[in-house]
T-cell receptor, first 115, second 112 residues
Framework: ETGVTQTPRHLVMGMTNKKSLKCEQH?????MYWYKQSAKKPLELMFV???????ENNSVPSRFSPECPNSSHLFLHLHTLQPEDSALYLC??????????????FGPGTRLTVL | SQKIEQNSEALNIQEGKTATLTCNYT??????LQWYRQDPGRGPVFLLL?????KEKRKERLKVTFDTTLKQSLFHITASQPADSATYLC???????????FGKGTRLSVIA
């Protein structure tokens, strides 16, 4: 138990659906992250929020839309996804982005399947 | 260009031996380097952090070295056990208020 929870743990959706992934951290951290990890591939950083402000968007398609209403919660809104978006979506948090303060604590992930 | 490389995609060793994993980087000047463990279908778990002015860090059966001249970190697991089988990721803390940069990982299999 890392103090970072993600819901749902598994999600199957059609290409025309709209769904949201939720992440919550109970660590008092100020930075939160979304990563994508496809099967047997490395982590791909998608979005970073620091003190509720988005600081990174790594050329992520607009069908993925993040939302960070406060420092404890992070959402990833999904719409009109493609089958190649099927992956493990991981949320992480860290104290902040400062050097030495950015050790990341990951949630268990949401396994997403797009049909 | 900036690169972070972990020596091999997969490493097989026999139980009881020491596993050594390598992380090399170019065109970075990290203040810290971190190592994580990831089991299949789960998020990575933080293991150890080493600062640029530290040569070595230990935690139980784990040892990490950091050579800023060679631009390399070595991660050792002594007396390895099948339960140590996982993917191990190194991550650079490049300072300047930026996120960690993760390597692709090395998948370690410890064979009984």
């Amino acid at each position: 138990e890392t103090g970072v929870t993600q819901t749902p743990r598994h999600l199957v959706m059609g290409m025309t659906n709209k769904k949201s992934l939720k992440c919550e951290q109970h660590l008092g951290h100020n930075a939160m992250y979304w990563y994508k990890q496809s099967a047997k591939k490395p982590l791909e950083l998608m979005f970073v929020y620091n003190f509720k402000e988005q600081t990174e968007n790594n050329s992520v398609p607009s069908r993925f839309s993040p939302e960070c209403p406060n420092s404890s919660h992070l959402f990833l809104h999904l719409h009109t996804l493609q089958p190649e978006d099927s992956a493990l979506y991981l949320c992480a948090s860290s104290q902040d982005l400062s050097s030495g303060g950015n050790t990341q604590y990951f949630g268990p992930g949401t396994r997403l399947t797009v049909l | 260009s900036q690169k972070i490389e972990q020596n091999s995609e997969a490493l097989n060793i026999q139980e009881g031996k020491t596993a050594t994993l390598t992380c090399n980087y170019t065109n970075y000047s990290p203040a810290y380097l971190q190592w994580y463990r990831q089991d299949p279908g789960r998020g990575p778990v933080f293991l150890l952090l080493i600062r640029e002015n530290e040569k070595e860090k230990r935690k139980e059966r784990l040892k990490v070295t950091f050579d800023t001249t060679l631009k390399q970190s070595l991660f050792h697991i002594t007396a390895s056990q099948p339960a140590d089988s996982a993917t191990y990721l190194c991550a650079l803390d490049t300072s300047g208020n930026t996120p960690l940069v993760f390597g692709k990982g090395t998948r370690l299999s410890v064979i009984a």
